[in-house]
C-alpha cells in the first residue's frame, strides 16, 4: 500500500498539480490563435537560434560532468555523458527530480561508472547550480527592483491596476505549489535519513561530493557552469525576438523572468509546467505586455521548451543503444 502511495505521489500528483494550475490560467484562453500566431507572426530565426542554446546547455552540462568525474579516476565517453544528459531531463518530464538518479544509471551501465559516486558529483554540481541562480537572482533584483516589489505587492496587478488573475485563483496556485514543494523535501528528508544509516554507500556518495575541491582543471569547470547558465538565458531571451510583442523587452526584463521561471520550476510538475507559466506571464503583465499575449509567450516558449527536452531524451536512449550493439558487436 505505501509503495502503491509512494507511486501516486511521485507521478500522478506532479502532473495533477500542473494541469490544475494550468487549467487555471488558461480556462479562458483563446487556443485559437496559437496556430495564427506560429505560422504568421512568429519569427522562426530567432526560434532557432533559441532551439541551438537550449541544445548547447545541455551538452556542455555533459562536458562539465565529465570533467567532476576525472578526479575519482573514471573516465567515460563525451559523448555518453551527454547522452546521459538528455536522458535525464526527458526523464523528469514524467517523474520531476528523477533526471539526477536516471543519468547516474545511464552512465553506470554504459561506462561502469559506479551509481554512488557519480550521484555525489551530481548534488555538488547542484549546489554550484544554487549558487548561480542565487547570484543571478541578486543581479536582477538589484537592476530591476521596482518591478519585483510591484510583483508582489499587486500579486499579478498591471500597471493600470487590473488583477491578472482571480484573487482565488492566485491563493489556490501559491497553496498548491508550497505543497507540492513541502511533500518533495519530505521525501528528500526521507531518501537523507536512509543514506545516512548505510555508512559504505555514505563514504562513496561523499567521494563523489568532494571529487569537484579535487579538479584539475577547475578554470574549465567554472567557464562551462557559466556557459550552461549563459546558454539557458540565451534561450530563453532570444524568445522575446521571436513575436512582436515581446521583441521590445530589455536583456534586465530578460533576466528578471528569467530568475523567476527558474525559481518557479522547484515546484514539481513535469518541467514547472504551471507555476513557470504563472510567474513568466505575471512578470510579463508588468511590463506592459497584454495578459493574452503573456499567456500566448508562455504557452508557445515552454511547450516548445519541452518538447526539445524530449526528441533530446529520445536521441539520448536512441544513440546509447547504438552505441552499446556496436561495442557488443566488436
Avoid at 570533467?67 to 565517453?77: H, I, N, Q, T
Avoid at 519585483?148 to 498548491?176: C, D, E, H, P
Amino acid at each position: 500500500m505505501k509503495k502503491i502511495l509512494s507511486l501516486i505521489l511521485k507521478t500522478l500528483l506532479p502532473i495533477v498539480l500542473g494541469a490544475a494550475i494550468l487549467y487555471w490560467i488558461y480556462k479562458d484562453f483563446d487556443f485559437s490563435q496559437v496556430s495564427q500566431v506560429v505560422c504568421e507572426e512568429m519569427n522562426l530565426w530567432w526560434f532557432t537560434l533559441s532551439v541551438f542554446f537550449g541544445v548547447m546547455s545541455h551538452v556542455i552540462r555533459g562536458w562539465r560532468w565529465l570533467l567532476a568525474l576525472e578526479p575519482m579516476g573514471f573516465k567515460p565517453s563525451r559523448a555518453n555523458c551527454v547522452y546521459a544528459i538528455f536522458i535525464a531531463y526527458a526523464a523528469n518530464l514524467v517523474v520531476p527530480r528523477v533526471g539526477e538518479v536516471s543519468r547516474c544509471a545511464v552512465l553506470d551501465r554504459s561506462d561502469g561508472v559506479p551509481f554512488v559516486q557519480s550521484l555525489g558529483t551530481v548534488v555538488a554540481e547542484r549546489l554550484i547550480d544554487t549558487v548561480m541562480v542565487l547570484g543571478l537572482t541578486a543581479t536582477a533584483l538589484m537592476m530591476q527592483w521596482k518591478v519585483f516589489y510591484a510583483f508582489f505587492v499587486s500579486a499579478g496587478g498591471g500597471a493600470n491596476g487590473s488583477q491578472l488573475f482571480s484573487s482565488v485563483t492566485k491563493v489556490a496556485v501559491l497553496l498548491m505549489s508550497v505543497v507540492a514543494v513541502s511533500v518533495l523535501l519530505y521525501y528528500i528528508m526521507r531518501k537523507m535519513a536512509l543514506l545516512t544509516k548505510l555508512k559504505s554507500i555514505i563514504s562513496r556518495f561523499w567521494e563523489g561530493v568532494t571529487a569537484l575541491g579535487k579538479m584539475k582543471n577547475s578554470t574549465l569547470f567554472m567557464v562551462e557552469t557559466i556557459g550552461i547558465w549563459f546558454c539557458y538565458f540565451m534561450q530563453f531571451y532570444l524568445c522575446f525576438f521571436c513575436f512582436p510583442f515581446s521583441s521590445g523587452l530589455s536583456v534586465a526584463a530578460g533576466l528578471l523572468l528569467f530568475v523567476a521561471g527558474s525559481v518557479a520550476v522547484v515546484v514539481p510538475t513535469p518541467n514547472g509546467a504551471g507555476p513557470w507559466h504563472f510567474a513568466i506571464i505575471s512578470m510579463m503583465v508588468l511590463y506592459g505586455v497584454s495578459q493574452s499575449d503573456a499567456g500566448m509567450f508562455a504557452l508557445i516558449v515552454h511547450s516548445s521548451q519541452t518538447a526539445l527536452v524530449a526528441l533530446l531524451g529520445v536521441v539520448g536512449l536512441m544513440m546509447v543503444k547504438v552505441k552499446k550493439r556496436i561495442i557488443n558487436l566488436k
